[in-house]
């Protein structure tokens, strides 16, 4: 049973607080129940499920702004004792953006489930998997109390590692492992906060925390903020506790990638932003996480540069631009706040537009190395285009919102002043700057320069070159007998090409050195152009992108009025308690 709050009823919208939580879980539920028959029906349920939860989530954002924080209890239970779901303006606007994304990627992944003929396994266990997800993402943004929050990043811990070792290879194990043990250490550092909290407060409940933290200890209050810290700084990727994100999310399928890394780390950052705002106001901390701001911007961007591999290249610049939202925390301002959510918006739109397109450049190549790929431009020019904008748009090149977002951030510091504010309005702008590099540096090898030779063949490879450190060395072949085996696979690829009707499915040795494992089975998959299907999602996510430069007003407004709602904590808390 669930009941809508009195206190938050005024809107219409509180009765569909809990649906982004439900109709995700439900429609999982039937999807495993499905199993791997009904495929087209399975590809149904899932986009429908994700576009209602996109139109759920607009009309909460409009009911959120026009009369404030909607409210839903579960089973009717109130707090102290009851679970309480609040969409305010931070939330639903969070809810909104992740949704769009979520739908986008899952058109992508459905598009390439079905360019790549994939029918079995892989797909029935991404879509279960995937709205799990999406569940779990929902229930962290909508979480009223610090329980639930905790148990929004065990559902997303649950289904991230399903998808992330999606195949079962070696290296998705392996990346899979890593991000588990590092999700399992901070949950379990999470869940020993929570319960330092419940045993200093009697409550959860961050409405009824955020009153009964101004009488406690001081010791107990820093020990608790820290704690928090540390768990939400782990999982943002906010340096030192990024090591694990590099490794981990290149590995993937390209959708999988793509929404880690341009949805999950924000959820660190959603739930620093409410902690911080809600729970410990002041500028307590502020100085640590102008710290860690700074080294995130330099030491993130600094490896992008020295990366040659476009997917760990834009990894790294995840964990640079981490660093300019927690600038906007750490200034703990009305202005910084609104900063840092304009950031967390674009953010998670070019960030997943990236990826999704270096899966289409992996498809083109068989390889995301730079020093492998070029010409891409030439060969697939709208490939290049959806590259090219987002790019830019991360790169901050004005008027496109990167540099917005960038702006209002920069503004935000110089106008709290401080020595260690200016070194990090210096390092933000330094940062700016080298991802331009960065980026134009792939640009330039990956897209512009022409194409190395024996590199583009157009067709299926069945098979990706794995290694494994249990694998029996073979003795290394002489030059002479490596040529002619070279050729002999080579002539193979040609006739095997010329038999299936011009496919061009090729062993994967032809293409001089290890494939990418582009499919969702581990496959390597080339194709002549990027498949329709795949394409257009990647694209509508670059219009909305473009579009948050027409719509800069109005979304600075909004977001205005979020930092407004977030400094001023009474209508959240008035919302959920009644008083």
Not at 123 to 133: G, I, R
Not at 292 to 320: M, N, P
Not at 365 to 380: H, P, Q
Request: hydrophobic share 50%; with cysteine; glycine share 10%.
């Amino acid at each position: 049973m669930i009941a809508a709050s009195p206190a938050g009823a005024d809107g219409p919208a509180s009765a569909l607080v809990a649906l982004p939580v439900i109709l995700p879980l439900f429609a999982a539920g039937l999807k495993l129940g499905i199993g791997v028959r009904l495929q087209r029906t399975q590809r149904v349920i899932s986009t429908v499920v994700l576009a209602t939860v996109l139109a759920v989530a607009l009309v909460l954002l409009v009911d959120a702004d026009r009369y404030g924080p909607q409210v839903m209890f579960a089973g009717g239970w109130r707090p102290p004792v009851g679970i309480v779901l609040v969409a305010d303006r931070l939330s639903a606007l969070m809810l909104v953006v992740s949704s769009s994304v979520t739908l986008c990627v899952l058109l992508y992944s459905v598009g390439q489930g079905m360019a790549d003929q994939e029918e079995g396994t892989p797909m029935s266990v991404f879509h279960p998997a995937y709205l799990v997800l999406v569940a779990g993402v929902s229930d962290t943004f909508l979480a009223g109390d610090l329980f639930n929050l905790y148990v929004g990043f065990e559902i997303m811990l649950t289904a991230s590692y399903v998808l992330l070792t999606l195949g079962g290879t070696v290296t998705r194990i392996r990346a899979g492992a890593t991000y588990a043990i590092v999700s399992l250490l901070s949950s379990v550092l999470f869940l020993a906060a929570v319960a330092v909290v419940y045993a200093a407060t009697g409550t959860v409940t961050m409405a009824e925390l955020a009153r009964r933290f101004d009488a406690l200890p001081a010791g107990v209050a820093v020990l608790a903020q820290i704690s928090l810290l540390t768990v939400f700084c782990t999982k943002a990727a906010v340096f030192p506790l990024a090591a694990w994100l590099p490794d981990s999310y290149p590995t993937a399928p390209a959708p999988v990638t793509a929404v880690f890394a341009g949805l999950l780390t924000k959820v660190g950052i959603y739930a620093m932003l409410r902690t911080q705002t809600l729970l410990f106001p002041g500028d307590r901390l502020s100085g640590a996480l102008m710290v860690l701001a700074l080294l995130s911007l330099l030491v993130g961007i600094l490896g992008a540069v020295a990366q040659t591999d476009l997917k760990r290249l834009l990894s790294f610049t995840l964990v640079s631009h981490i660093g300019f939202m927690v600038f906007g925390i750490a200034l703990a301002t009305r202005a910084g706040f609104a900063g840092s959510v304009f950031y967390v918006v674009h953010h998670i739109t070019v960030q997943t537009t990236l990826f999704l397109v270096v899966g289409l450049v992996e498809r083109r190549g068989v390889t995301t190395d730079l020093r492998r790929l070029g010409g891409i431009a030439k060969l697939s020019p709208v490939l290049g285009l959806v590259f090219f904008v987002p790019a830019m748009n991360l790169a901050g090149v004005p008027p496109l919102p990167g540099f917005l977002g960038k702006f209002g951030l920069l503004r935000a510091g110089v106008a709290h002043g401080g020595a260690m504010v200016y070194v990090l309005i210096a390092a933000g702008s330094a940062t700016s700057l080298l991802t331009l590099y960065a980026l134009a540096k792939a640009w330039n090898l990956g897209f512009w320069r022409a194409a190395p030779p024996q590199l583009y063949v157009v067709g299926v490879v069945l098979d990706t070159v794995e290694t494994d450190e249990e694998s029996p060395e073979e003795p290394p072949a002489r030059p002479e007998q490596e040529g002619r085996e070279r050729g002999g696979r080579e002539q193979g690829g040609r006739e095997q090409g010329a038999s299936s009707g011009g496919s061009g499915a090729v062993d994967v040795d032809v293409l001089a050195g290890r494939a990418g494992t582009t499919s969702f089975a581990g496959r390597a998959i080339t194709t002549g152009q990027p498949p329709a299907a795949m394409l257009v999602p990647t694209a509508a996510l670059v219009a909305a992108g473009l579009a948050f430069t027409v719509l800069a007003g109005p979304l600075s407004s909004l977001t205005a009025r979020v930092a407004g709602e977030l400094t001023a904590r009474t209508p959240y808390v008035t919302a959920v308690t009644g008083r």
